[in-house]
């Protein structure tokens, strides 16, 4: 390795206006201004420019000299030709498993529980071990692919390691496929410039921690929209991120851990770029992440639980469901093929749980309400076709969440979010969002949703305010639902765990 | 200095399961589960605690023995009672000057250009002056004291500097107020501290750069949201941002340096804790610093311009304005006291401009038309009362915007933001929000909003097109502007200046 060390500005201006330019810090800014105001900077130009000697490189015609011109370097020597540089250019396609195969059974909807994250480790661990050979694919994390609960992966690879090595190190390898260091600035430095040079990967981190590298991702995000323009710039793979150990899901961390905003973030980016999806189960997150690691050139973020949780979707119906980005959900809907009294949606696999928990208490309590349930996957599905490519057209938004009816709307995020993707929507008057709204501490998992109203008592509290049909019946479970939630504060105080009635309950088919 | 290396984990449980805990990596998690699914974890924890020897420890009746306790520190001395922890306890105001006295002249709104945070930086160099004894103020920023045009500081203090220094070297003292290194991860940890310890501050950087601690503020944010509610903890200073060299001044920066999303970010966090302000000049500017420099347990953003550019009220009409955060702008308003044709709002330096110029392409070309021009300093004034405590109520809101007549809103950052913040307002159907879109290069400062279409031919076009009354006239003027943005696009390419209609262009009164 050589160093050299040069001088601030070499070669630049000396002096300017009595103050030293090279080797200062002056060099670093505009030191010569060409305007009316700053006569004599022009001649300084003229000066330092005579001072590269133009006479000893050029001909009479104004072209380099030969000699000089065949010093450079050609063809992929080129700085600015090396593929290394245009890393789609060296591409490879990921050699990839058949996600079906990893599919959770699910006989019917709510029927069995599956740790989604921990499924979807079992899918990398296959993308590592198919891809082994090309050596292309990397896991980039802050300490987290354990704790993210993608353990399977190290069943085939293991954490790269070049240093040495103790008793009680646990996955550390010379040649591992899986990058972890705590700190996230590295590793979306890391795999910007694994994908930049024509390789796949993806960043696996806490929900609440990716904002680290918010202005990190708005660099590459604008390379990405720029470099879609150049045609010689071909398409890399795509900058994936995995956001689990989520917002609900920090019960023994709390309030500090607690940050759904990194979307809020992203959508600000060219909506040609930037893709959001909320996976509801194991196989939708199985689904969604095969569609992700085969993309190019875009920015894709997908929020997943990690913990056990009830499985909605068998794997046929996952990948219609994912296909279609958003979707009405028959077997919770009661509305037939009519017009319903409320839409209840859903975004995220917490929201989505509650929702559907809510609903079973309509369907006990209010059975003459005719409840549609509509998931939303694909987060920019929401925003209309014109502002994103992934948007729904208005007749088919409305054919989802009507013209006029209430739209209960359980959402993973801050619930501004919403409400900005959806401003434009004929119904957007009567769509009210439950969501993240800094509230939160170390508590139990149920009590985090009901700190931020999002809970299945809220929303059908919601649901019987905006309701006025639901008249004396609604009133009254009104107040039951009033009762329970103080009978949970109570409980969890005492018992430090949620009400077995939250913990066993169950969608009944 | 002592430094005590320790196993991790020390004094914790040995092995656990077979595996080995102290001293290793497992120790970071939980150890120990204690549940029906770990039989024999309890003993093992009982094993533990009675390692500590609580017999040698206690008394019969459970006491600590009173010779051990008076080991501990008393009062002040406890850590948590030591008041450098409750820096609010410590905090002393800042010692004022009268912010009156840095007053640009404004005889009539357009007639004097100034560069904002210029005028700033001389107000802030008395509040240096004034607060040397007390030693309680400091500015932080990386390298861009001089970019954001805070030079006249360096009249009165210097770059805090304890290492070597060279020839050159410019504005370095041991003891100086500002502290300067190009790390803003450094500058809002320090200022964090500092506050935190009963100290005042303000960190000053380029606006696009501020995402880098996107993640700490989140802390900090989150941090005052809690002690806001712990009796014992006292109020400290806020925590002030200004953010300067914002998108439409970054024109030899470009695309990379144009990000004004850091108040998108913001305004996720509680409404009780976060404010942001974007004065259109100097006055305003004035006008708000001296507030968020009294102002406790807050976070303030503060948005302003760095180049001259003309200057709109005289500081006592500053002061009302900032005072309401919001207002009609007479002066420039041609609807008397009845309703307008369209309401032409402005929330930044750029946009007022813009807003301004647009305007009076109006008054020229279709002047029967009834424009009332609204300027926003504070941006909260935009949501509800019942969302944000700065916020509208619904009856000045509609007061101020109409309740049915077309909004041309043109706005300093991500256009999404004012629909966010506004879509519970009546009158939001027909709130029309220009703002950056990202779009932008390395262009001229007038080319930057044509871009991003808040240029005022596009705003004199938008509102053209939301009032058909405008008939012929409208369709001609809409032509006329269309050529001139060609105009615009062919000059800025052959002259790499804006057209002089722009450079000159000015408000007549």
């Keep these: ?9 070499w070669t630049g201006s000396k002096f300017v206006d009595g103050l030293q330019i090279e080797g200062t810090f002056r060099a670093h800014q505009v030191p010569l201004q060409i305007d009316d105001d700053h ?4 001649e300084l130009l003229e000066e330092r420019l005579k001072s590269y000697r133009p006479e000893e490189l050029f001909d009479e015609r104004g072209r380099l000299l030969e000699e000089l011109a065949e010093l450079a370097p050609v063809g992929e020597r080129r700085m600015g030709a090396n593929p290394h540089a245009n890393g789609g250019l060296l591409l490879k396609d990921l050699v990839m498993p058949d996600f079906r195969k990893h599919a959770v059974e699910v006989p019917a909807p709510g029927t069995v529980k599956a740790a989604d994250t921990y499924v979807l480790g079992e899918f990398f661990r296959d993308v590592a071990k198919l891809n082994r050979k090309q050596r292309n694919f990397r896991i980039f994390g802050p300490d987290e692919t354990l704790s993210n609960r993608l353990n399977a992966v190290f069943e085939v690879t293991n954490r790269q390691w070049d240093a040495r090595t103790q008793d009680n190190d646990a996955f550390l390898d010379s040649d591992g496929r899986v990058m972890e260091m705590l700190s996230e600035h590295q590793y979306e430095g890391w795999l910007e410039g ?13 929900e609440a921690f990716i904002h680290i590298i918010d202005s990190m991702f708005n660099q590459h995000a604008k390379w990405l929209k720029v470099t879609s323009g150049i045609p010689w710039r071909k398409k890399i793979a ?3 991120y995995l956001l689990a150990s989520h917002v609900w899901q920090q019960a023994h961390n709390g309030f500090t851990h607690q940050d759904p905003g990194f979307i809020d973030h992203v959508v600000n980016k060219k909506a040609s770029i930037v893709r959001v999806y909320l996976p509801p189960d194991a196989n939708c997150l199985l689904a969604v992440w095969d569609h992700c690691l085969r993309s190019r050139h875009y920015v894709n973020v997908v929020i997943a639980g990690k913990y056990k949780a009830p499985q909605w979707l068998s794997m046929d119906e996952a990948v219609k469901h994912c296909t279609a980005g958003i979707g009405k ?4 809907s009661n509305d037939g093929d009519a017009e319903p009294d409320v839409v209840m949606a859903c975004c995220g696999d917490v929201p989505t749980l509650e929702t559907l928990a809510a609903v079973s208490i309509l369907r006990e309590h209010l059975p003459e309400l005719k409840v549609r349930v509509v998931n939303v996957v ?3 599905k929401l925003q209309p076709a014109s502002e994103h490519p992934h948007g729904l057209s208005d007749e088919h938004f409305d054919a989802l ?4 009816k209430p739209i209960i709307f359980a959402f993973h995020g801050y619930p501004s979010l919403v409400h900005q993707l959806t401003y434009r929507r004929a119904n957007h008057d009567n769509l009210h969002v439950r969501g993240y709204k800094e509230e939160g501490t170390i508590t139990t998992t149920f009590d985090m949703t009901v700190l931020n109203e999002l809970d299945r008592y809220h929303l059908v509290m919601d649901t019987i305010d905006r309701l006025p049909q639901t008249g004396d019946n609604g009133a009254r479970l009104k107040q039951q639902l009033t009762d329970k939630l103080q009978e949970h504060f109570v409980y969890i105080r005492k018992y430090g765990l949620d009400m077995p009635e939250i913990l066993n309950w169950k969608w009944i088919n």
Excluded: E
């Design 378 to 380: 694909d987060l920019m």
């Design 39 to 42: 006569p004599g900077h022009l």
């Design 329 to 332: 959900w028959h077997w919770a």
């Design 194 to 206: 694994y994908l930049l040079t024509g390789r796949h990967g993806l960043f696996n981190s806490y």
């Design 401 to 404: 969440f009507t013209r006029d």
């Design 238 to 240: 795509s900058l994936n």
């Design 1 to 9: 390795m050589i160093v050299l060390s040069s001088p601030k500005g």
